[in-house]
């Protein structure tokens, strides 16, 4: 069924709101929709409907499996030799339509056809507070949907002519089980992105308590949309609305997190969720392990990790960043040592592997304030912005003055740095036509020792086909207009 996405959600589900029992919340499911959509507790329901669906439901296969597909796809992580290797068609691209992220597309239009759902039905409510922001919630998170698979099916902007046919994906704004949409253009495609986040970000509070109910509000709308415009490669748009994001995300110490309360964050428990803007809420009932390709320990064996860090990138980190102990442990598995991600290790009186998702953190509009500056010419406020993050982060921090093409470079390892296994580093090389280049000589012990990528993975070119997925042969078997991506 996950295959099938773009059609199968519409033609054989009613309504697909089926949700957790400790939620409470109505089985939509077991409803018809006209009945399903009439109360506020019902929109209620609904929203948090959208955002279960998000979580990829009892596997993690949307944004739990995205948090670590982005690096596998990259150059951040390595596979470990003494894993099960799990996903290692995608580390070693060895993908087509029958072997893809397929799952991704299936929750992700899943996510979106909830979304067109509460739309479709929202006028069902009275003129108010209440309705603007279900709906703001609704266009914002279904713009979302859309953005991930944009970035992920579809070519970047420097490897396409935005306005060629089928150049883009599908868009999918109604509930219609007849339709075969074909791809759109890139340009429809991101234009409906980023109309869709402003009229979102015009209808959300900016009520901060959101963030600890997992849903999205005004500033982190705002903070989406400077990450649309950065991958659209918009970099004065991207630096403006960066900036207006910023003032809505509180103070610095309350967007980016201080060095105190950062390490917090990956426990759930930094104060008033400081660091954090938007996130998916896991409970230990759910059954999903963000990054389980990382947190499989027992006392007996010790940490078994299906990817560790590359040696390049783990040696990146300075011993006086915050991130270093908060990303990292140094541990031996079956008598080899190796550097493990404990970035999702697990929550204080939890599950092993079980902690909130986090989709939007304030230090991301910080990065993308000082690369768009950068990229603009705007060294100030990229300085001002980059000094920011670093000031959080180091214990021996002393302020940059970098300028040129060394703060262009500070602000990309720092972007690197923090947004490492966050669903990130892969995208970055795309937008950017940069390329995967994996060492040829270090390995996957803690060392650098070990066993290197294979040697068909270690050079891949920035405007390589590879970077766009293919589409799933399900898929195209239900929806023959969606046309395959190029190369496939």
Known sequence: MKKLSLLFIIAFSTLLFSCKDELELTPFDQLEEENA????????????????????EEDGDYYPRKMVLADVLSDNLILNQNGRKSLQNF???????????????????????????????????????????ILGQAKAVRALAHFDLATTFAPSFGNVDPDAANSGIPIKETVDASAKPSRNTLNQTFDFIINELKAAKDLLSNDRS??????????????????????????????????????????ADQAIGSITEFPKIWKDNSVDNAGVLFKLLVRDQDRINVGAEYNQTAPATGTRSEYVPTFELYSLYDTTDVRYSAYFATSPFSGVLYNHVVKYISRPASNLGVVDVKVVRGAEIYLTLAEAAARTGDEATALEALNEVRSRRYSDYVAGNESGNA??????????????????????????????????????????????????????????????????????????????????
């Open 37 to 56: 959509f009439n109360t506020p507790a019902d929109f209620t329901s609904a929203i948090r409907g959208v955002y279960q669906r998000m979580l990829g």
């Open 91 to 133: 580390y070693e691209f060895k993908l087509d339509a029958n072997s893809t992220w397929g799952s991704g597309m299936f929750y992700a239009y899943s996510t979106i056809d909830r979304a067109n759902r509460i739309i479709d039905n929202i006028n069902n409510l009275k003129d108010d507070d209440f309705k603007n922001n």
């Open 407 to 488: 703060l262009l470079s500070a602000v990309m390892k720092q972007r690197r740095l923090e947004l490492a296994f966050e669903g990130f580093r892969f995208y970055d090389l795309k937008r950017l036509d940069l390329g995967i280049v994996r060492s040829a000589t270090e390995g996957d012990n803690a060392d650098g020792t070990g066993t290197p990528a294979p040697a068909s993975t270690q050079n891949i070119a920035g405007k390589d086909f590879k970077f766009t997925l293919p589409v799933p042969t399900a898929e195209r078997q239900v929806n023959p207009n969606f046309a395959q991506s190029p190369n496939y």
């Open 210 to 251: 959101m963030i600890a109910s997992g849903f999205i509000n005004k500033a982190a709308t705002s903070a989406l949309l400077a990450r649309v415009y950065l991958y659209k490669g918009d970099y004065p748009a991207a630096k403006a609305e960066a900036i207006e994001a910023k003032g809505l995300a509180g103070t």
